[in-house]
């Protein structure tokens, strides 16, 4: 028996959310809407754990929440239930850390199957990879939103990569490194 928060699982390996364990995940983002207000965006992150059904449904009932995004619902090689899902709901749907370059990302980019995507430049190949998957998701429209749970480093190169871009939105950061929640982007080459 697996533990969601207050709630067992009986199947950890269905990737089915009963009634009960959608409604506790409901009260967990009203709780953290309640506190932080409409002033601060709100994402949740499923890691891969549902399948497309219980994605489908925990993403209608999140509406009323105004999420962010709702990342990594299904599992990254879902490409076709992900463009289904992206199209049955209001919530911003996103994924893109367990993709790998560029031809990774490409199928889920081409039919729009995503509201954001969040290549992690480590992963997704480095900064010239990133590169080109932030210009391909440019030319569907689609946000860019890198992921990053790096060293310092790795979140300096994720700035770097993120400053000029247009269609950049937001970059994640280990709230440790940074208290302030705000990095500035130097206007020189380098780490």
Request: proline letters at 6%; a negative charge.
């Amino acid at each position: 028996m697996q533990r969601l928060g207050g709630c067992s699982r009986t199947d950890a390996h269905n990737r089915c959310l009963s009634n009960r364990e959608i409604d506790y995940i409901l009260s967990l983002v009203a709780g953290v809407r309640e506190a932080v207000g409409d002033e601060v965006d709100i994402a949740v992150d499923c890691h891969w754990r549902l399948n497309f059904s219980d994605a489908r449904k925990l993403a209608g009932e999140l509406e009323e929440f105004r999420l962010m995004w709702m990342e990594d619902p299904l599992p990254p090689w879902s490409i076709q239930e992900f463009k289904e899902l992206n199209a049955a709901t209001r919530t911003p749907i996103a994924t893109g850390e367990n993709l790998y370059v560029f031809e990774g990302f490409r199928p889920l980019l081409e039919i729009q199957a995503l509201s954001v995507v969040c290549p992690d430049l480590q992963k997704a190949g480095g900064l010239n990879e990133a590169r080109r998957i932030a210009e391909f998701a440019d030319s569907h429209n689609i946000p860019v939103a890198p992921h990053n749970i790096s060293s310092p480093i790795g979140t300096v190169a994720s700035v770097h990569f993120a400053h000029p871009r247009q269609i950049f939105w937001r970059l994640s950061i280990m709230p440790a490194m940074f208290p302030s929640g705000i990095i500035y982007s130097l206007k020189r080459t380098g780490l």
